[in-house]
């Protein structure tokens, strides 16, 4: 069974750091290319970012390009994404998503998602 | 980026109504669109990929339409589990985008 489990989401002052985790586990996490997508409150869907399964190529909205990075474990098959200089704006739920098949990008898992508010 | 429009924001509905969701992109995406369910304190659930595939599990009432920028999603007859809010995205391009939902209401 494919499980993604978020962590590592809190209350967070503006410009400062977080780190989240997605522990993956059910399928083979190394040949699938991860992606962050979040909610902000009374908003839609955004997707945040990507990372390939191996050649670890990235991709970016260009709202968090430079301030938000993703990165991964193959070997502990986890996601990361570490979020500096934290703005109001990136106040959401963050969720994991794995695609539906190795060479495509719809999401057919997700975890449950982790709450990161930014204020102070 | 290709932006994706969904209409109408909105639609208020009675079980057993059919419901016509659109969904515009900005430029072709060919048949690369999903269309996603989303409920309050849920994941989002994948309904349809490649535009008119649908996913493992998902009901015969759902069906989608469409290719190059304009899409459809139809449900043929509402249940009461389908009041929910419904996105589609596009993977033709990087960066992803989600379209901006469609929330379908009980009336």
């Known amino acids: 069974e494919v499980q993604l489990l978020e962590s590592g989401g809190g209350l967070v002052q503006p410009g400062g750091s977080l780190r989240l985790s997605c522990a993956a586990s059910?399928?083979?996490?190394?040949?699938?290319?991860m992606s962050w997508v979040r909610q902000a409150p009374g908003k839609g869907l955004e997707w945040v970012a990507a990372?390939?399964?191996?050649?670890?190529?990235?991709y970016y909205v260009d709202s968090v390009k430079g301030r938000l990075t993703i990165s991964r474990d193959n070997s502990k098959n986890t996601l990361y994404l570490q979020m500096n200089s934290l703005r109001a704006d990136d106040t959401a739920v963050y969720y994991c998503?794995?695609?539906?098949?190795?060479?495509?990008?719809?999401?057919?898992?997700w975890g449950q998602g982790t709450l990161v508010t930014v204020s102070s | 980026e290709i932006v994706l429009t969904q209409s109408p924001a909105t639609l208020s509905l009675s079980p057993g109504e059919g419901a016509t969701l659109s969904c515009r992109a900005s430029q072709s995406v060919s048949s690369s669109l999903a269309w996603y369910q989303h409920k309050p304190g849920q994941a989002p659930r994948l309904l349809i990929y490649?535009?008119?595939n649908r996913a493992t599990g998902i009901p015969a009432r759902f069906s989608g339409s469409g290719s190059g920028t304009d899409f459809t999603l139809t449900i043929s007859s509402l249940e009461s589990e389908d009041f929910a809010v419904y996105y589609c995205?596009?993977?033709?391009?990087?960066?992803?985008?989600f379209g901006g939902g469609t929330k379908v209401e009980i009336k």
């Open positions: 995205q596009q993977r033709s391009s990087w960066p992803l985008t």
């Open positions: 490649d535009a008119s």
């Open positions: 998503a794995k695609p539906r098949a190795v060479t495509t990008s719809y999401f057919d898992y």
């Open positions: 059910g399928f083979t996490f190394s040949g699938y290319t």
């Open positions: 990372i390939t399964g191996g050649l670890i190529t990235t």
